[in-house]
């Protein structure tokens, strides 16, 4: 195959042009400036012993060796060596030697902490103990070329190797795994993933997926690339890859001759010694486990707490009886490694993508989490533990989940007429309201299992027409946990920090920071007043413009209107009087009513469910909106923030832009 490698890194380029022809040097290695040591120094004398020592131990050891020099001193160094298997058994002892050789003196001198990847083999040595988890540090990546390339066919088999290649490397003890797949007619794309060998299956898969996310950036148009760091080591092209296995470990030596019968006799001091020593063991044994349980539960609380019951989620999962945990690889061939082509929407905590299951024959919307929102992380970590647990035919249903090499997806029933205020505020197609008065239905009963049959209260907190996922038959379906908690029935409100969206939130839930199912009422009760009049939580009063004096909030709007007797005015202009005055007139009631300013005078979501139904009268409220004593005048209404008067944007998942704050207090109802 005529094809040539090119360095993307011009600055390793011209140290390895300056290079002397007797020393191996790395692509742009890692060294440590801070706390360097010195000739002479027992740290020097260590490491000089480790250097001298790594070409024969990874040479009997399968071309790998982890180990260290000057065991239980201060100055104890820790190194490991390993050559990559798309190297030949020469490139390898060269490498072998080589590295060790001149990294101390002429690439790193007086580092003591160095990782460095060279064309045939990864040095790395350090003053502590080089930990069994995966690097994701890229050290440099190469491209290949002189192939022609056909966008789809490297598409399709780029996305079938990697997945074969993620799954091989997990299960391979030797961390080795090369897979080839159809590229054409009559060429194969062949592919090779390989770890550092201290590396369980989950680390080292999670390593190559994280380079494997990469890879449509590093290589957008290209038949082959390779990207190498200090833990795995990734490669893809068209045409034969020459891989080399390792070589058999070397046996130790045989045991010694055995003993005569008489010193096979134990001594009662030997005896009481042993009995000792192996209670000792145990007990050390089992501080170790503990630690090593601890250490891992912080590490995980540090991450977002993923997840608090995960070992009764892993049961139920495999039970069958929940959302399928789904691997990276099978996502990214899902969606075409998530391509732009396929996404549906963009959120504050992430993107969704369409995607299609083929082994489930299934349209699917998966959510990528963002890897640098911590909110989002703790997001997705509420929606696996929540909504996985509930079962109705008005709540998005969660089909599956992957936390895989640091990315996190979640993966929905697909919903193909998007959400609710995409279609609600759309000025060519307008909602029926034999339509509307149906979603409006469908979303009461959805908050009522929540609030009220199932085994605990769920608080939703982001009740919102984004929020409301519409299927092919336009059939409502309330979607995105990210926010929910779950509370005991009969507990009543929740002391939490502030979180949900502008314009939807209780605004006694904006001042004390205790959400509760009544704040979800509030916010269901502006959602009807939405559905009911076409327009968004902030309104513009009496024909005026955008400002700030002629904006107010639309539960102060359609009071104005009830207080009058006119509250069929304040319906949607658009639907012509095309409606059941009966069922509009009961819709805005029953929405002023879950938005009453004082939670204590708000139905259960049970009552207004009854009324909706028509099967208890509306309410008799006042004429003037009620003032509550914990908020300011109505007229603070007017003070509003642009955040609830922007569009926002329907996707397959109902991202949307919403808030949570650490504060508890708001200087003003809307700000």
Not at 256 to 277: D, F, H, N, T, Y
Not at 509 to 527: H, K, L, N, P, Q
Request: glycine share 10%.
């Amino acid at each position: 195959m005529a094809s040539h490698l090119l360095l993307h890194l011009l600055a390793a380029v011209g140290s390895l042009c300056a290079a002397a022809a007797d020393v191996l040097r790395p692509y742009a290695p890692s060294c440590s400036t801070t706390g360097n040591y010195t000739d002479g120094s027992r740290y020097k004398k260590n490491l000089d012993e480790l250097l001298a020592t790594l070409p024969s131990a990874a040479g009997d050891n399968g071309w790998y060796y982890k180990g260290s020099a000057g065991e239980g001193a201060a100055d104890e160094v820790f190194g490991l060596i390993m050559c990559f298997a798309d190297r030949n058994a020469t490139q390898c002892q060269e490498c072998l030697a080589g590295a060790p050789a001149g990294i101390a003196t002429e690439v790193c001198p007086g580092s003591r902490n160095v990782s460095a990847a060279y064309d045939a083999c990864v040095l790395r040595y350090s003053a502590a103990p080089i930990p069994a988890t995966a690097d994701l540090a890229i050290a440099f990546y190469v491209y290949v070329s002189g192939e022609p390339v056909t966008s789809q066919g490297l598409s399709n088999a780029w996305l079938t190797l990697m997945t074969n290649l993620t799954s091989g490397v997990h299960d391979d003890p030797l961390r080795i795994a090369n897979s080839s797949t159809p590229y054409s007619s009559s060429q194969e794309m062949y592919g090779l993933a390989q770890c550092t060998r201290d590396l369980n299956g989950t680390e080292c898969s999670d390593c190559i997926n994280s380079y494997i996310g990469q890879l449509s950036r590093l290589f957008p148009n290209n038949t082959g690339g390779a990207v190498k760091g200090y833990s795995c080591y990734l490669i893809y092209q068209v045409g034969a890859l020459e891989i080399t296995l390792p070589p058999a470990v070397v046996s130790p030596p045989p045991a010694a001759a055995a003993l005569p019968p008489s010193s096979l006799q134990p001594s009662p001091g030997l005896v009481i010694g042993l009995s000792v020593g192996a209670a000792s063991f145990v007990v050390v044994l089992a501080f170790l486990t503990w630690l090593h349980r601890f250490l891992r539960r912080e590490r995980e609380l540090e991450e977002g707490g993923f997840f608090d019951d995960e070992p009764a989620m892993e049961d139920e999962f495999e039970k069958g009886t929940g959302p399928k945990r789904f691997r990276y690889g099978e996502l990214a061939i899902a969606t075409d490694n998530f391509s732009n082509t396929h996404k549906l929407g963009e959120g504050g905590f992430g993107s969704v993508y369409r995607g299609f299951l083929k082994e489930m024959n299934l349209d699917v919307a998966i959510k990528r989490v963002s890897k640098s929102s911590k909110q989002g992380r703790k997001e997705y970590a509420s929606e696996v533990r929540i909504i996985s647990r509930l079962r109705h035919r008005n709540l998005v249903q969660l089909i599956g989940w992957c936390h895989d090499a640091g990315e996190l997806l979640l993966v929905y029933e697909l919903m193909p007429n998007g959400s609710l205020d995409k279609h609600l505020f759309s000025a060519s197609n307008i909602l029926s309201w034999s339509l509307r008065h149906k979603i409006v239905l469908e979303v009461a009963s959805a908050i009522l299992y929540l609030h009220q049959d199932w085994e605990q209260c769920v608080l939703h907190r982001d009740i919102k027409p984004s929020n409301v996922m519409l299927d092919a038959s336009f059939n409502a379906k309330l979607g995105d946990f990210g926010l929910a908690r779950l509370v005991d029935h009969g507990r009543g409100s929740h002391t939490t920090v502030l979180a949900g969206t502008m314009g939807y939130m209780d605004p006694e839930c904006m001042i004390t920071g205790r959400a509760s199912a009544e704040s979800d009422v509030y916010s269901f009760g502006v959602v009807l007043l939405e559905i009911a009049c076409g327009r968004r939580p902030l309104v513009s009063r009496h024909g005026g413009g955008d400002d700030e004096e002629n904006v107010t909030h639309i539960v102060q709007w359609v009071w104005e209107f009830y207080g009058r007797g006119d509250i069929l005015d304040a319906g949607d202009e658009r639907l012509k009087g095309e409606f059941d005055a009966g069922e509009m007139e009961t819709v805005m009631v029953v929405g002023l009513w879950c938005a009453h300013p004082d939670r204590s005078l708000r139905p259960s979501i049970r009552q207004a469910v009854n009324v909706l139904r028509g099967e208890t009268p509306p309410p008799s409220l006042p004429a003037r909106m009620p003032v509550a004593t914990y908020m300011p005048p109505p007229e603070a209404f007017y003070y509003t923030s642009s955040v609830a008067t922007g569009s926002s944007t329907g996707t397959g998942t109902g991202t949307g832009t919403t808030t949570q704050s650490s504060t508890t207090e708001t200087s003003t109802l809307l700000e």
